[in-house]
C-alpha cells in the first residue's frame, strides 16, 4: 500500500496563488506517474496535472499557463503550483500515484481549494 499526505488548501480571492503539496510512503515501488486531480461539486473527478516517468508533464486545458507541477523522485513528492487563480478552480485536489506494473491508483484524501472573494 502507499500512502498519500497532501497539505496547501484552503481559500484565496481570485488571481491569487496556492501551493499543494503531497508526499508518499509505504510500499513504493516502481511509480509511472504522479499527479493531481480535482473534483467540484456535482462533476466527476478530472485529471489537472502529471508527471510522468521521464519527466514528461500533462495539463489541462483549463490551467495551462497558470499551474506548474513538480515531482521530486527521490522524496517521492509533487507538488502543484497554482497561481493567477479563478473561482472556476475551486474544487477538492487530490493527489494521485500510478504505480507499476499494473498502473495501480493511489489517491490522497483530498484537500479543499476555494477561490473566492
Known amino acids: 500500500q502507499v500512502q498519500l499526505v497532501e497539505s496547501g488548501g484552503g481559500l484565496v480571492q481570485p488571481g491569487g496563488s496556492l501551493r499543494l503539496s503531497c508526499a508518499a510512503s509505504g510500499s513504493i515501488g516502481s511509480i509511472y506517474s504522479m499527479g493531481w486531480y480535482r473534483q467540484a461539486p456535482g462533476k466527476q473527478r478530472e485529471l489537472v496535472a502529471a508527471v510522468v516517468s521521464g519527466g514528461r508533464t500533462n495539463y489541462a486545458d483549463s490551467v495551462k499557463g497558470r499551474f506548474t507541477i513538480s515531482r521530486d523522485n527521490a522524496k517521492n513528492t509533487v507538488a502543484l503550483q497554482m497561481n493567477s487563480l479563478k473561482p472556476e478552480d475551486t474544487a477538492v485536489y487530490y493527489c494521485?500515484?500510478?504505480?507499476?506494473?499494473?498502473?495501480?491508483?493511489?489517491w490522497g484524501q483530498g484537500t479543499q481549494v476555494t477561490v473566492s472573494s
Open positions: 494521485n500515484v500510478k504505480q507499476l506494473p499494473v498502473f495501480e491508483n493511489y
